[in-house]
């Protein structure tokens, strides 16, 4: 059964913030995380060191470790019961950080950025441990998802942010899943993050429903893809 562990690596933490920033921008980083990355690496490193070393960010790190491994056998096992596909790997790597909701590494395949703020209209928001490990969760399903696709070798089109982002909450993250995993975290909340979902959702809601094969349902949402 696959595991993830969950590190605290700063190096890490500081070039996958600056990678996340290249691909998304700034919308959602945190102001003063832009502000760290704005200092050399040392000083990025010997500031992070000082934050990590802190009983409140170790009581954090350390609940949200306990709070998924009450759920990570049941999530696993179910993507794989719902796709039909094994977990590529038997270790996925949950890197700690404050400044991003979260992000998966598609080139790494095994590596995941999770953090416990975002920024919203400059607002800093926490985000509460169930919208984390949700995060995590859907994280994590990117990484699946492309470990299919590339594997079955699904046409360019896969790779799109409509069908990427739409596919883990039709097949997943409905309200029956969600509830029961994280009772607060609801299926209109998952599906409004997504505003790119919202033009191809109801056509593909019914590939889904119609098919519940899901390399036959992958191939024919790509393949309506062509047309966009």
């Known amino acids: ?8 690596d700063v190096e890490k933490e500081i070039f996958y913030l600056k990678e996340y920033i290249k691909v998304c921008g700034e919308d959602k980083v945190t102001p003063p995380g832009l502000n760290l990355l704005k200092k050399t690496d040392e000083e990025i490193i010997k500031e992070l060191n000082r934050e990590y070393s802190t009983s409140q960010f170790i009581e954090f790190a350390n609940n949200l470790k306990r709070r998924w491994k009450k759920i990570e056998d049941r999530y696993f096992s179910r993507i794989k019961e719902i796709t039909g596909y094994e977990w590529e790997l038997k270790e996925y790597i949950c890197i700690i950080t404050k400044y ?3 992000f998966s590494v598609i080139s790494k395949g095994n590596i995941i950025i999770l953090g416990n703020e975002f920024r919203k ?11 984390q490990l949700y995060i995590l969760a859907h994280e994590l399903f990117h ?4 470990e299919v696709a590339r594997k079955e070798k699904l046409p360019i089109e896969a790779t799109k942010i409509e069908i990427v982002e739409s596919v883990p909450i039709l097949v997943f993250f409905n309200d029956s899943e969600l509830q029961s995993f994280w009772p607060s975290v609801t299926f209109e909340k998952a599906k409004a993050s997504y505003k790119k979902v919202e033009a191809v959702y109801g056509s593909a809601s019914k590939m889904w429903d119609t098919k519940k094969n899901y390399l036959e349902f992958l191939k024919e949402f790509a393949n309506s893809l062509k047309k966009h």
């Open 1 to 8: 059964m696959a595991k993830v562990k969950f590190i605290v």
């Open 100 to 102: 991003i909701p979260g």
């Open 121 to 131: 209209n400059d607002e800093i928001r926490s985000l509460p441990i169930e919208s």
């Open 143 to 146: 990484l699946h998802y492309f």
